[in-house]
């Protein structure tokens, strides 16, 4: 993945031990506007991913000793997810901006092993990179990237990329209004039709994550062999069907929560070929 020598963001917050090292766009007019509008009369509605942080935190905010922040360290690895942070800014803002809204860029908090969320619980390692939509913020402990490599044999930049982009796109959904929607309607529902509506959300942020990918590309040409493959490799390997075969030798659908690996695949591949919001209504789609 081509990245080096492009802008950075500011919007970072180091949290990590020491504040140490370790780690315009074309494409057609997409219609915000219509799909929100479109989407309004159809969703159903069930649990969002701060649910599952604060039920995985024992149902509230933990009280713990919060590290103090620092300036974003100035390693490799930090300038590459402040680049891609940004280049998720400025795809964004240019998407809202054509449909007459303004984006508001999430910030991207680096962790070590734990850390406290606004409204979300506590933030483990062990639940991988996520969302907030209370305090919109993206928590990430770069631990994941290797433990990607080591036990699902996939990495590479451009699959990192991807899963920043894909939590970006849980904001995008936050600012849309979905992820409030979602979770403001989850007890309505059973567990099952709740774990059904939390697969549309995660494959509508993998499409998303898809679009990001197709605008950046096109105006910063930062994809080049074998990234895409390893990408759509990495969304294979952490699909619900396959992870629940490794770790469970069985595969259990009603309990899916982020889609099968053909899912995440087809979604994220068609937000990356077409670069169109639009294309990323999973919520209407008749098949996933």
């Not at 300036?71 to 998407?95: G, H, K, M, S």
């Not at 995440?264 to 919520?283: A, D, I, P």
Request: one cysteine or more.
């Amino acid at each position: 993945m081509r990245w080096q020598g492009d802008e950075q963001s500011n919007n970072v917050e180091d949290r990590r031990g020491g504040g140490g090292g370790g780690f315009g766009i074309g494409g057609g007019t997409v219609g915000i506007g219509s799909i929100v509008i479109a989407l309004l009369g159809s969703w159903f509605f069930g649990v969002s991913p701060s649910t599952i942080l604060s039920l995985l935190s024992g149902g509230s905010p933990a009280q713990v000793q919060q590290a103090p922040s620092h300036p974003p360290a100035n390693d490799q690895e930090t300038q590459f997810v402040r680049t891609v942070l940004r280049y998720t800014e400025t795809t964004w803002t240019q998407i809202f901006k054509a449909n007459g809204a303004s984006y508001q860029p999430p910030v991207l908090v680096l962790y070590d092993d734990h850390t406290k969320t606004e409204g979300c619980g506590m933030g483990e390692a062990a639940v991988g990179p996520f969302y907030c939509p209370a305090d919109r913020k993206v928590y990430i402990d770069l631990t994941f990237f290797r433990m990607m490599q080591q036990r699902f044999k996939v990495g590479g930049e451009f699959t990192q990329a991807y899963v920043i982009a894909h939590e970006v796109g849980h904001h995008v959904q936050n600012l849309l209004g979905i992820s409030g929607k979602v979770d403001g309607m989850r007890n309505r529902l059973s567990e099952t039709e709740a774990n059904a509506l939390s697969v549309r959300v995660e494959l509508q942020a993998d499409c998303f994550a898809g679009v990001w990918a197709y605008h950046t590309n096109e105006a910063k040409q930062i994809i080049e062999q074998g990234d895409v493959e390893s990408a759509l490799a990495a969304a294979s390997a952490i699909g619900d069907d396959a992870l629940q075969r490794q770790s469970r030798g069985e595969v259990v659908p009603d309990s899916f929560t982020h889609g099968t690996s053909a899912q995440r695949v087809r979604w994220f591949t068609k937000g990356l070929q077409t670069g169109s919001v639009e294309q990323c209504n999973t919520f209407e789609a008749r098949q996933l």
